[in-house]
């Protein structure tokens, strides 16, 4: 079973940048297709990013296509997700996880397991 840890969350000004990191134990993520949802109170959790398992495509919300980029690290099995041009509706507890059914399309939240706590984002205006 993997255990994930998301970090790098924290306060930003509009128009600021952060990295999160999704760091993996347990399982390596090779094989895996990996996907960032994010969620705030009292709503489902959304799709930001996802890539395939072989790297070979990558998928972004509209919301966030051409300011945020997901990647990978196998060597440190940690996933990435930069985050540029932060606006205030990006606040929100980010998550990351593996893909592992695949019934359903990737922004799905359904189709990935063995979610991480989440890491906090919050930009001011």
């Known amino acids: 079973q993997v255990h994930l840890v998301e970090s790098g969350g924290g306060l930003v000004q509009a128009g600021g940048s952060l990295r999160l990191s999704c760091a993996a134990s347990g399982r390596t993520f090779d094989g895996y297709a990996m996907g960032w949802f994010r969620q705030i109170p009292w709503k489902e959790r959304e799709f930001v990013a996802a890539f395939t398992w072989n790297y070979g495509s990558t998928y972004y919300a509209d919301s966030v296509k051409g300011r945020f980029t997901i990647s990978r690290d196998n060597a440190k099995n940690t996933v990435y997700l930069q985050m540029n041009s932060l606006k205030p509706e990006d606040t929100a507890a980010y998550y990351c996880?593996?893909?592992?059914?695949?019934?359903?399309?990737?922004?799905?939240?359904?189709?990935?397991?063995?979610w991480g706590q989440g890491t906090q984002v919050t930009v001011s205006s």
């Open positions: 996880a593996p893909r592992v059914y695949y019934t359903g399309s990737y922004e799905d939240r359904g189709q990935y397991e063995y």
